[in-house]
């Protein structure tokens, strides 16, 4: 996956130390309840799409823009479904982040699910019940998602 520019000149200041970072999560449920997910060219696992927020940019904005770049589907937002902080995440080129996440639940509107882009190796409509293997916390966000619950998840401090 190629990294954002913005990324890019933070780290020829900060080297490989610690970003903190904002990313989206789209839980896109169509008609039909089924999921979209895309399999990652990075890692080659299924998952939820997601991306990162670019300066300035609104969350509810990026994951509009991500699902379609990802995967040619375009959406709306429907609600935010959880607000949590993920473990550090070390790059095998030394690189370290750490994401805030916030998770929504969209539907699709329009456009055919397709690889879009060079993040996907296939995109897919998954019925809960038979979902391909997902790592814990996509499928933790998923399942929030699924459930009809109007406020969002987080931390209780």
């Known amino acids: 996956m190629p990294t954002p520019e913005f990324i890019l000149n933070l780290r020829e200041h900060v080297g490989h130390d ?3 970072l904002t990313g989206v999560t789209a839980v896109i449920v169509d008609d039909e309840g089924r999921v979209l997910l895309h399999q990652r060219s990075d890692t080659g696992q299924w998952a939820l799409i997601s991306g990162i927020l670019e300066p300035g940019e609104q969350p509810a904005v990026a994951v509009v823009r ?8 375009h959406i709306e937002v429907d609600r935010i479904t959880s607000v949590l902080t993920g473990p550090a995440v ?3 080129n030394g690189d370290r982040v750490q994401f805030m996440d916030v998770a929504f639940r969209c539907r699709p509107v329009g ?5 879009n882009d060079d993040e996907s190796l296939a995109v897919g409509w ?3 019940d038979d979902l ?11 399942l929030r998602a699924l459930k009809d619950e109007p406020a969002a998840y987080f931390v209780q401090p």
């Open 18 to 20: 610690l970003l903190w």
């Open 132 to 142: 391909p293997p997902l790592d814990d916390d996509h499928r933790a966000r998923l």
């Open 66 to 73: 991500e699902a379609f770049e990802e995967t040619g589907v």
């Open 90 to 92: 070390a790059y095998p």
């Open 126 to 128: 998954f019925a809960p």
């Open 111 to 115: 456009g055919e699910a397709q690889v």
